[in-house]
């Protein structure tokens, strides 16, 4: 897999590297004696891969992160979640165990109910600072193999929250998220699996592709059908292939491209523009793709304070469009770095792209958007830019105390990094 984190990775400078980058293979699939099935995958096992190597099977993962070359192990690492997780949670809920090297050298199998059962709850959101995960078991799903789409606008950012929020009453959906244009323009895309016949028979709506090079961004497709929603809402309606769906947002990294370039040249050029490949540009350009000038954070924000957080940071500084995903906690026993487990479900709202409202000010901005989304009990996810003083952390945000422990027992210190040295923002480097 690529990496798709932009923050700097000197601390590794003084560390010792493992090379991993062969740890790359979907070892096996077995039928559990409940009729299910677990997936046995190493680490570097890419979102692309699972997908591809449970579909023969119709099968899937409950929750695919959007990108193709995100890693099964950066998912676990990263609590990360997708248009799925108001049903199923966070990629790790789908997980039932972790293949373990710890800092003595151990290897362990830990699940929720053997006696490393404290850190299969504890691993997820650690980046990699209890231990070294060298394989996953994961939870697999039915699937029909197409999602049949339906979008609606909304004027207030309250209404579309809210509309997401009841999601799961609408048993028949599968995905819901939700794209914010401006302040006043929102709409909710929502999927359900369909089968071959009914896909093709054109009972949902026409046949759309986002994988080709020359297909257009999901972002830019949903935000014409804005007007036609105005005309006859029952046309707004499509089928969509499952993988298709499932790296929607990959070509373009979500809206990320068109800063760069109009979405005409975007799609002639579509071949440059996986996400895995921008990534690679930006790093490798850094003068055309400059971080200073970008905000690039994943807010989880608990349900009822979701609108008061979108109004601030329009206030501040007017970045669209948003991401809104909807995200369920399933509660303790829970990570230690995800969302506080008794605060009922939360909305992970993704703010890309450069401020309109004022000149940005990196350090300073993104400090006040954190102090923002803490005073409405929200969290981050830590693959950005992050800069909570080291005490505020492990002391109020999180259980330090729980983390150190498990670091202690599982005789990390020494050998992994603490998370706060992997995710905090050195003085000086972006």
């Known amino acids: 897999g690529d990496s798709h984190c932009p923050r700097d990775f000197s601390y590794k400078d003084a560390t010792k590297q493992l090379d991993v980058s062969g740890m790359d293979a979907v070892i096996g699939l077995r039928q559990l004696d409940d009729g299910g099935w677990e997936m046995l995958v190493e680490p570097r096992v890419t979102m692309e891969q699972l997908v591809r190597a449970a579909a023969p099977y119709n099968l899937r993962p409950p929750v695919v992160p959007e990108f193709r070359k995100i890693t099964v192990g950066g998912s676990i690492a990263g609590v990360a979640g997708e248009s799925s997780s108001f049903k199923h949670g966070f990629f790790h809920d789908a997980c039932t165990g972790y293949e373990v090297v710890t800092g003595d050298g151990s290897i362990i199998t830990a699940t929720p109910d053997n006696q490393y059962a404290d850190l299969f709850f504890g691993m997820p959101g650690t ?10 078991t994961i939870r697999l799903v039915p699937t029909e193999g197409f999602v049949g789409m339906s979008y609606t606008h909304f004027d207030r950012v309250q209404d579309v929250v809210s509309y997401m929020a009841d999601a799961s009453l609408r048993p028949a959906i599968d995905f819901v998220e939700a794209i914010g244009y401006s302040p006043s323009s929102f709409v909710a895309c929502e999927g359900m699996e369909v089968s071959r016949a009914s896909a093709e028979a054109g009972v949902y709506g026409k046949m759309r592709r986002y994988n080709r090079f020359y297909s257009p961004w999901f972002f830019r497709n949903v935000q014409k059908k804005r007007g036609e929603m105005v005309r006859d809402p029952s ?33 002639a050029l579509g071949f440059l523009l996986p996400s895995h490949r921008m990534y690679r540009l930006a790093t490798a350009l850094p003068k055309v793709f400059k971080k200073s000038e970008i905000l690039l954070q994943d807010f989880m924000i608990p349900f009822p304070n979701v609108g008061e957080f979108v109004n601030r940071l329009n206030n501040h500084l007017g970045v669209w469009p948003l991401w809104f995903c909807p995200l369920k906690n399933y509660g303790a026993p829970g990570p230690i770095f995800g969302v506080p487990l008794n605060l009922g479900d939360y909305c992970n709202v993704g703010a890309y792209g450069i401020p309109r409202r004022k000149v940005f000010e990196f350090e300073e901005d993104n400090k006040r958007m954190e102090m923002d989304m803490l005073s409405l009990d929200g969290r981050k996810v830590h693959y950005s830019h992050a800069y909570y003083p080291v005490d505020l952390f492990y002391d109020t945000i999180y259980d330090g105390h729980k983390y150190g422990a498990l670091r202690d027992k599982y005789k990390a210190d020494g050998v992994f990094p603490h998370v706060y040295d992997k995710i905090i923002t050195k003085p000086g480097k972006l």
């Open 127 to 136: 980046y990699g600072s209890l231990g070294l995960v060298t394989a996953a």
């Open 235 to 267: 046309a707004v309606g499509e089928v969509i292939p499952l993988e298709d769906y499932l790296f929607r947002h990959d070509r373009g990294s979500f809206w990320m491209a068109s800063y760069k370039m109009p979405s005409l040249v975007g799609r």
